[in-house]
């Protein structure tokens, strides 16, 4: 049997996302901010670099196909912060319905949604819960394995975690030196302390979130991997 990759979807001729669906594929859906704030040293892109990167490394490892980066969510706390882009949970909702019904027009059955963000979570479950065979993966719960390497565990937002994976995926897009003093969300858009954030953590925790996407998976559809053990 041969071992096939994982891919991007928008790589794929339309023939070739066929074949991949008619052969039971799972299909990632990554849901990652384009444009919300993270405090004054991170990119509004933060959520999408992540969603991208770790749907990269689940395409590393499974036979997966990933659908493009969601960019648009539902982000009500970062309204008033300039350049974040924000939809109502209902829009957010339909719009995800209605990607994923087109994946299950084309014949995808089984669909994994992976969610960078917090307050996407409930909208994301509750869409979840209608289609059916949708596995969540929601990033908040993922990389415990690399707790030990982090100062604060209460996590935050633009804090020592997400600071460190910037670091790992675009270190030049990380202002450290414009970090924000810790408390004020309502002022700066972030919360904890970034200060102790470093690249190598960042990489140890990227590498935590996907052991446990991938073991998540696996649980879930053994047979749709049995070619990747090969």
């Not at 994994?112 to 909208?123: F, Y």
């Amino acid at each position: 049997m041969t071992k096939q990759s994982g891919a991007w979807l928008e790589d794929l001729t339309w023939q070739e996302a066929r074949a991949r669906f008619d052969a039971g594929a799972v299909v990632v859906l990554p849901v990652g901010a384009a444009a919300k704030a993270h405090g004054p040293h991170l990119p509004l892109k933060t959520d999408a670099l992540t969603a991208r990167a770790l749907a990269q490394r689940l395409i590393d490892r499974l036979p997966v196909v990933a659908a493009p980066v969601v960019g648009f969510g539902y982000y009500p706390a970062f309204t008033s912060f300039a350049g974040s882009q924000h939809l109502t949970a209902g829009t957010f909702k339909a719009m995800m319905r209605e990607l994923a019904g087109t994946l299950r027009d084309h014949g995808v059955r089984r669909i994994a949604i992976l969610n960078t963000g917090v307050s996407t979570e409930k909208p994301l479950d509750e869409v979840a819960a209608e289609l059916g065979e949708v596995a969540m993966l929601h990033m908040r719960l993922l990389g415990a394995g690399a707790d030990t390497l982090f100062e604060v565990l209460d996590g935050g937002h633009a804090d020592e975690r997400e600071t460190s994976v910037m670091l790992a995926l675009d270190p030049r897009g990380v202002r450290m030196n414009r970090l924000a003093p810790e408390g004020d969300f309502k002022a700066t858009g972030a919360t904890g302390d970034a200060s102790r954030a470093s690249a190598f953590k960042g990489e140890r925790l990227l590498d935590a979130r996907t052991e446990d996407m991938v073991a998540a998976l696996r649980r879930r559809w053994p047979e749709a991997f049995v070619a990747a053990d090969v």
